[in-house]
């Protein structure tokens, strides 16, 4: 069975624009993940910065209420880490899936250019063969 040729290019050109809007929310996903591991980074920063600035809070506490308020500043710190950290997880995992997507629909806009190359060539074989056809036909009508 001979595939037509307008198919096989309809196929190709809609795997390019598979593949087109999977690079699109690849580099979304792939923002989304720098822009969390900024956002961890910071907050990484700030808990650093918390930590020396009750590192003189320890010293100077002289009862037991002035450490809890020191505790009390540094866990809103942690929590705040913590919860970069999860986005960025997210982020992570959502950056991976869509890799995967993009190399899936890559993979298969290759499989349709081997596709389209094979039918075009087939057909230019075709074109040769029969203009050879007429040429020795028309050779032959000469003698």
Known sequence: MTMKIRVVRALKN???????AAAAAHSTAA?????????????????????????????????????????ESTVMYRLSVADAAQRHQVALAASEETADKLRERSRQLRTA?????????????RESR??????DDMAARRR
Do not use: C, F, I
């Open 14 to 20: 809609a795997r390019t624009r598979l593949r087109d």
């Open 31 to 71: 923002v989304n993940r720098d822009r969390s591991a900024q956002e961890l980074q910071d907050e990484h920063d700030s808990l650093e910065a918390a930590l020396d600035e009750a590192a003189g809070s320890l010293a100077a506490a002289r009862n037991v209420h002035e450490l809890d308020r020191v505790a």
């Open 113 to 125: 250019e081997r596709l389209y190359e094979r039918v075009e060539h087939r057909r230019a074989r």
């Open 130 to 135: 029969a203009e050879r056809t007429r040429t």
